[in-house]
């Protein structure tokens, strides 16, 4: 069985799209006169850098109409400043656009050689992230996402390299926590494994400071299966917990929208039974919602699937994180099955699709108005399958927007998950 899986992200390229202002008017060169005295090499210089952001403005005004007009002014103002590293990380972003990923690549390398301060370092760094993320690329992807966040951070890329991390890391069969009783017992477990979630610790470490955080199941429940489950299991529930700082108003219901309190994080659980026992698989998904961010997670499907001779329990969830600078997300997929010790276990969250957004004004080494910037976007479609005992992630297509320009990158992959269960 073939699947596949898109999500749009915007992303906000670090300002390296964005049109500064002080460039439009940017002052020529005046005109050579008859008879004038030869100017000095600095005023050579001068001119030179003059002319050469007069050619950068020039190819920021073209970017939004068309690539080539665009690539043509950047190209003739590198001749004249071949090491300016923000001009350098713009060509090769124009250049990854136009197809050309083997020149891009040199030329935003050549930016982060030529960088001097955190802020040239930033955006080129992001870039060549984009750059070999779409080319199927994951560890040098990581590598140059690290730089940049190093360089500039922020929730959005963070939560993006996060998520890239896990692809490289994903994979490894978990036994479910259990067995209890009841799923009142779940609940109290939970209290105790979710008190610092590592998945929401930056969003919850301002409220909760020095103090454990609050944890709340409510069994507000996302779905169920009941029937045609593989034995021995007899009954899967889909849940929200909650996490936030301590406080004293009462929650309204148990539903997320009618927490109250803030920062109010939450968290989806699988709860599996076996009999009369019951085990759970914590924090498959999670988000926060306060005054300065929204989050939220669906489940998208919990079904059973054939692989092979075996039948597995597959949960499918999609998770967005909205914050002051962007938003984040992504959707995965949990295989859950029995093996040898005759309980269950789980493998994932296996990652299907990553994306996030982020304003070009707030990436910005130099903050240009957002009115100013130009936007870009990626969506993203993994190919996965169940074939041969594993999960196999083969392939991926990643749609690029820059402006009005559109650029779509294939990439085989070839990340393999045995269905290996203990």
């Not at 599996?272 to 926060?288: E, I, N, T, Y």
């Not at 039948?311 to 992504?330: C, E, F, I, P, R």
């Not at 990158?409 to 070839?414: M, S």
Request: with cysteine.
């Amino acid at each position: 069985m073939n699947h596949s899986f898109a999500r749009i992200a915007a992303f906000g390229l670090l300002g390296l799209v964005s049109v500064d202002s002080g460039c439009r008017n940017a002052a020529k060169a005046p005109p050579a006169t008859a008879g004038a005295t030869a100017a000095p090499v600095q005023n050579s210089a001068e001119a030179n850098a003059a002319t050469a952001r007069g050619l950068l403005a020039q190819g920021r005004t073209a970017m939004r109409t068309e690539l080539a007009g665009a690539i043509t002014a950047f190209t003739a103002a590198q001749k004249l400043t071949p090491e300016d590293p923000e001009l350098l990380a713009e060509l090769g972003l124009l250049q990854f656009y136009s197809g050309e990923l083997d020149r891009a690549r040199d030329t935003i390398t050549a930016a982060l050689r030529a960088a001097q301060t955190p802020a040239q370092t930033a955006a080129p760094a992001y870039n060549l992230g984009l750059l070999e993320e779409a080319a199927g690329n994951i560890a040098p992807a990581v590598a140059a996402f690290e730089l940049a966040a190093a360089a500039r951070p922020g929730p959005v890329l963070q939560k993006h390299l996060d998520d890239l991390k896990a692809v490289l890391e994903q994979g490894k069969a978990e036994p479910l926590a259990g067995p209890f009783a009841s799923l009142p017992a779940v609940c109290d477990a939970l209290k105790t494994l979710q008190q610092t979630p590592k998945e929401l610790a930056k969003d919850l470490a301002a409220a909760c400071g020095t103090e454990p955080c609050e944890v709340g199941c409510p069994l507000q429940e996302l779905g169920s299966l009941t029937g045609s489950l593989p034995p021995p299991i007899s009954e899967v529930r889909v849940f929200w917990s909650r996490v936030r700082g301590k406080s004293d108003v009462i929650d309204a219901g148990p539903a997320p929208d009618q927490w109250r309190g803030e920062p109010r994080c939450g968290l989806v659980n699988t709860a599996v039974r076996l009999d009369k026992q019951w085990f759970v698989a914590a924090s498959l998904g999670s988000f926060c919602y306060s005054k300065t961010q929204q989050g939220n997670v669906q489940l998208a499907r919990i079904a059973v699937e054939s692989v092979g001779s075996s039948k597995l329990v597959t949960v499918s969830l999609d998770a967005t994180q909205d914050y002051q600078s962007g938003s984040a997300g992504n959707s995965s997929l949990t295989v859950i099955g029995v093996g040898k010790s005759k309980k269950p276990a789980r493998i994932g969250p296996i990652l299907r699709a990553t994306y996030g957004s982020m304003p070009a004004a707030e990436a910005a080494a130099k903050g240009p108005k957002a009115e100013e910037a130009i936007q870009a976007s990626s969506a993203t479609t993994y190919e996965w399958r169940f074939a041969d005992g594993a999960l196999q992630i083969t392939g991926q297509t990643v749609d690029s927007t820059l402006g009005p320009h559109k650029r779509q990158t294939k990439a085989p992959l070839t990340l393999r998950y045995p269905l290996v269960f203990p």
